[in-house]
């Protein structure tokens, strides 16, 4: 009896359902070596999408990818707020200009140009880019989103 087992783990078995279709079984912890035959179109599909389908989860590319895009989106819409709601402001307290100011020293005959302008209205874009960061967090508690650990042995 236990010869039976033991061979019938060690073979490969061809099974036809009642339906008419065909499988081929090959005991667990056996390789695959020489000659496969498929069967069936879509086991044909798995093995040939399969290796593509493994790196795509175990990478995690879909996810990146979404993260990517909706990372884009979400930085034309605080772009458009910015340019919507905080400029105006921004055009009251500086004026219109405030990219353009300039403060210049002088080294020797050189004139140095520094865009302080410029660079606090990248600051302030910055700061509402921040701010609503931080707020879409709170108000969605992903900060409280807890990440499943795999058990590494």
Same mark, same amino acid.
């Given at each position: 009896?236990?010869?039976?087992? @033991?061979?019938?783990?060690?073979?490969? @078995?061809?099974?036809?359902?009642?339906? $008419?279709? %065909?499988?081929?079984?090959?005991? =667990?912890?056996?390789?695959?070596? $020489? /000659?496969?035959?498929?069967?069936?179109?879509?086991?044909?599909?798995?093995?040939?999408?399969? $290796?593509?389908?493994?790196?795509?989860?175990?990478?995690?590319?879909?996810?990146?990818?979404?993260? !990517?895009?909706?990372?884009?989106?979400?930085?034309?819409?605080?772009?458009? *707020?910015?340019?919507?709601? %905080?400029?105006?402001?921004?055009? %009251?307290?500086? $004026?219109?200009?405030?990219?353009?100011? /300039?403060?210049?020293?002088?080294?020797?005959?050189?004139?140095?140009?520094?865009?302080?302008?410029? !660079?606090?209205?990248?600051?302030?874009?910055?700061?509402?880019?921040?701010?609503?960061?931080?707020?879409?967090? =709170?108000?969605?508690? *992903?900060?409280?989103?807890? @990440?499943?650990?795999?058990?590494?042995?």
């Amino acid at each position: 009896m236990a010869e039976a087992t @033991k061979q019938s783990q060690t073979e490969t @078995k061809i099974i036809e359902t009642p339906t $008419g279709d %065909v499988h081929v079984t090959q005991p =667990k912890g056996k390789q695959r070596h $020489g /000659v496969t035959i498929l069967l069936e179109p879509d086991e044909l599909v798995r093995e040939q999408v399969g $290796g593509f389908a493994n790196f795509l989860r175990e990478y995690a590319v879909v996810g990146l990818a979404i993260g !990517f895009v909706v990372g884009q989106q979400a930085n034309a819409v605080m772009k458009q *707020l910015v340019d919507s709601f %905080v400029k105006p402001w921004v055009a %009251v307290l500086f $004026g219109d200009d405030l990219n353009k100011r /300039v403060a210049v020293l002088h080294h020797g005959t050189a004139p140095v140009p520094l865009p302080w302008g410029a !660079f606090i209205y990248s600051f302030i874009d910055f700061f509402f880019v921040v701010v609503a960061i931080y707020v879409v967090i =709170k108000l969605f508690r *992903l900060d409280k989103l807890k @990440k499943r650990t795999k058990k590494r042995k």
